[in-house]
């Protein structure tokens, strides 16, 4: 099975300039996550999406950052203008999702990850 | 809003040693937990997860155990190898996706 895909693997942008992050999820896959970390901290969720809809997207800083997934499957992220602490990895994640049973809570599947796009701006 | 919290690293240890990552969380609803691992040079892969209170998950020797009552899943291992020597990350999914800052690990031989 594919794993997730995502381009490019790195870029250096100056500040000001805009960027784009393109990801594939795995086949079939209904959530996809795109998350930023930095050096020494945790990924940070931007955004997550189930099929085309928006779940969450709290802490997407939207005067600079949006994001599209169209028809449910592919995704982009696009950063315009970029500022000097926008660098970071930013990681494309997807899950399966598994519904609730009768009575019962929904319960979340394990990501699968890409390799990330590493950005510098300078 | 949801949090996780790991123990602060880095962590030592000498190969064959006991190794305990503390993880706390809080969150609504019914959160599933994990812990995923970084290996230098590679991304992001799951190591284990537990679904509801009082599930085990285990992987390569490692064990995490869901408590809902301390609202923690601490990861442990009863002998670590120099090659466990990586970046641990503990996260939560209730509907949104949370992760710790993570805790590295390095096994000397």
């Known amino acids: 099975e594919a794993g997730v895909a995502q381009s490019p693997r790195y870029k250096i942008i100056e500040k000001r300039q805009s960027v784009a992050f393109w990801c594939n999820p795995i086949s079939g896959h209904a959530t996809l996550y795109w998350y930023q970390q930095i050096l020494g901290q945790g990924p940070k969720l931007l955004i997550q999406f189930q099929n085309n809809g928006v779940v969450d997207d709290s802490q997407l800083p939207k005067d600079r950052f949006s994001a599209e997934r169209l028809k449910g499957v592919d995704s982009t992220l696009k950063i315009q203008p970029a500022k000097l602490e926008d660098s970071a990895v930013y990681l494309c994640?997807?899950?399966?999702?598994?519904?609730?049973?009768?009575?019962?809570?929904?319960?979340?599947?394990?990501?699968?990850f890409g390799p990330g796009t590493r950005l510098t701006v300078l | 809003g949801d949090s996780v919290t790991q123990m602060e690293g880095p962590v030592t240890l000498s190969e064959e040693a006991f190794l305990t990552i503390n993880c706390t969380y809080t969150a609504t609803g019914y959160p599933s937990l994990f812990w995923y691992v970084q290996y230098p040079g590679e991304g992001l892969q799951l190591l284990l997860k537990a679904t509801k209170a009082d599930d085990k998950g285990s992987n390569k020797g490692f064990e995490a155990t869901y408590r809902k009552e301390t609202t923690s899943f601490h990861l442990e291992k009863g002998s670590v190898q120099v090659s466990d020597s990586a970046v641990y990350f503990c996260a939560l999914n209730a509907g949104k996706s949370t992760f710790g800052d993570g805790t590295t690990l390095t096994v000397k031989p």
């Open positions: 994640a997807s899950s399966s999702y598994i519904p609730g049973t009768s009575g019962g809570e929904s319960s979340y599947n394990e990501q699968f």
